[in-house]
C-alpha cells in the first residue's frame, strides 16, 4: 500500500500462495479485493489489510484470476480467469452469482470493467472485447480487433469503451451503435493499460517503452458532443474548460498500470 506521496506501508499483505494479478478498490474504499495465480480472491479491509472471515478467500475454479473489478454498486466482484471464463460474486458472502460465462477463446482474460450503470460487463480476451448482460451472462456483443486485445476501459461520462492491444493500436468505440470513433490510435510498442480521468476528458495509455501518454478526448474523438467535455455547475449550467495538449512522462523504470 502506498500514498500518494510515494511512500509505501511498513505493512505487506500475504495470503496467496501464488502471485497477485489483480486488485480493485470496493467505491466505498473501504475494501480491497485481490485475485491470484492461484486461483482465489482475498477481500480485506483497506485501512489494515485483514481478510474478512466471513467472506473467506473465494475459490473461483478459474484456474487463476487475471483480472478484477467491483460493480458500481459495490454488491458484485467480477472475475476474469486463465480458463477462458468470466464469474461474478457477491461481494458481501463470496457466493457465485454469475457464470462461469464461457464465450470466450482465449487462455487468460485480461481485463473486466462495469457499465456506469452496473447492467453489463465488458471484457478483453483473444482478438475481441465482449460485452455481456451482467445478471444472465448472456452475450450481448463482441466487438473484433485486427490483434490481441490486452485491456478495456469506459468513459465515465459518455458512451465509450477503449480497446488497447498488444500490438500497439487502441481503437475507441461507441457502445450504443457499436461503431468505431476515430481512427486507430498507434504506437510502436503495445499499450498494456489505460484509464480515464474522472471527468472524462482525458486518456491516459501506459505501454512497454516505460512511458505514460496522456491524451485528450475531445482531439482524438471530435464527433462527440461539446457537452461531454463541459463541467456541470449548479442550475444545470454548463462550464467550458480549457483543454491542454497531451504529454508523455517517462517512467524510469519498469512496467506500469493504471486504474
Not at 461539446?226 to 504529454?247: D, E, Q, W, Y
Request: net charge negative.
Amino acid at each position: 500500500m502506498w500514498n500518494t506521496d510515494g511512500e509505501m506501508s511498513e505493512d505487506i499483505w500475504t495470503g496467496h500462495s501464488s502471485w497477485v494479478r489483480a486488485l480493485s478498490w470496493s467505491p466505498s474504499g473501504g475494501y480491497i479485493a485481490s485475485g491470484s495465480s492461484d486461483g482465489t480472491i482475498l477481500i480485506r479491509k483497506a485501512g489494515i489489510g485483514k481478510v474478512e472471515p466471513e467472506i473467506g478467500p473465494i475459490k473461483t475454479q478459474q484456474g487463476g484470476v487475471d483480472s478484477l473489478a467491483y460493480s458500481h454498486s459495490g454488491d458484485r466482484i467480477a472475475s476474469g480467469g486463465y480458463n477462458e471464463t468470466i464469474c461474478i460474486w457477491n461481494s458481501h458472502t463470496g457466493e457465485l452469482l454469475v457464470g462461469s460465462i464461457k464465450d470466450l477463446e482465449a487462455i487468460s482474460v485480461t481485463s473486466v470493467v462495469w457499465s456506469l450503470d452496473d447492467s453489463k460487463l465488458y471484457s478483453a480476451s483473444d482478438k475481441f472485447a465482449r460485452v455481456f448482460d451482467s445478471t444472465s451472462g448472456t452475450l450481448l456483443h463482441r466487438f473484433k480487433h485486427e490483434n490481441w486485445v490486452n485491456s478495456v476501459t469506459l468513459s465515465p461520462r459518455h458512451n465509450v469503451l477503449v480497446c488497447v492491444g498488444y500490438k500497439g493500436v487502441a481503437q475507441l468505440w461507441n457502445t450504443e451503435s457499436h461503431e468505431p470513433l476515430g481512427l486507430p490510435l498507434s504506437q510502436e510498442n503495445g499499450f498494456s493499460c489505460l484509464s480515464f480521468s474522472p471527468n472524462g476528458q482525458y486518456l491516459a495509455y501506459g505501454g512497454n517503452d516505460r512511458q505514460i501518454t496522456l491524451w485528450i478526448v475531445k482531439d482524438i474523438v471530435p464527433e462527440l458532443p461539446v457537452c461531454a467535455f463541459m463541467t456541470i455547475l449548479p442550475g444545470n449550467k454548463l462550464h467550458s474548460r480549457t483543454l491542454h495538449p497531451f504529454s508523455t512522462i517517462v517512467l524510469p523504470r519498469g512496467q506500469c498500470s493504471l486504474s
